[in-house]
């Protein structure tokens, strides 16, 4: 069959067949010592991303219970800041970062999600949870290797975190049901590409498998 032939593909089933090959990819699994790690679930973000964003919330909140219960450490990831003069460059080109002055009532986690006992809180100013911040040595200190990585968005902060934990050696594990983009196109292609080069892309029934079988890192704080 000629070129011209061919038959179009539509956007539709390009995201499907992407979908498709996130079940199918292969897989490094989980390391021996979990947390979990929540990525700015504030609420102008989730407010900002509708329907979806809350299904994630809501996801995430059942998701933060199990690993509470267990003893697995949580890490809640915000980005906030005192001083806007001195933000990512990229950001104040592009975004309105008034609403995440530390204080507003739209840089605070999303209620459903806590902060709870033991629960770590790390801020940020770029959009990895990793860059600027003191959450790989907190990591390392209570050997923790496996990441179950929750947030928003899919394709910006959540895919940003998750390539730079890979590059620190730590098995990141984004857990699907957790993550949320608004757009329709970016959040999908993100997973399909983190699941090809950087992190297993799971659903939340094979995070909790791997939270019950996961003891408490020692030291955790």
Do not use: N
């Not at 996801?59 to 003069?85: I, K, M, S």
């Not at 999303?110 to 949870?129: F, T």
């Amino acid at each position: 069959m000629s070129s011209s032939d061919a038959v179009p593909v539509t956007i539709e089933a390009a995201l499907a067949a992407l979908l498709a090959g996130i079940r199918r990819g292969p897989r490094h699994g989980p390391g021996r010592r979990l947390c979990v790690v929540v990525v700015d679930m504030q609420v102008l973000f989730v407010e900002g991303a509708g329907d979806s964003a809350h299904a994630a919330v809501a996801a995430t909140a059942r998701l933060l219970a199990q690993a509470r219960e267990a003893g697995v450490p949580v890490y809640l990831v915000r980005v906030v800041h005192d001083d806007l003069t001195h933000v990512d460059p990229a950001w104040a080109a592009r975004f309105d970062l008034e609403p995440l002055r530390r204080g507003r009532p739209t840089a605070e986690f999303d209620p459903r999600l806590g902060p709870h006992g033991r629960d770590v809180i790390v801020e940020k100013h770029h959009a990895s949870a990793f860059a600027g911040t003191d959450l790989a040595e907190r990591l390392a200190a209570t050997d923790v290797d496996t990441v179950l990585l929750c947030g928003l968005t899919t394709s910006g902060c959540v895919r940003a975190t998750a390539v730079d934990g890979a590059a620190l050696g730590l098995r990141m594990q984004v857990v699907a049901d957790c993550v949320a983009d608004q757009r329709q196109l970016s959040g999908p292609v993100a997973l399909a590409d983190l699941q090809d080069r950087y992190a297993d892309v799971i659903d939340i029934r094979e995070a909790a498998v791997q939270l019950r079988q996961s003891g408490p890192p020692d030291g955790h704080g």
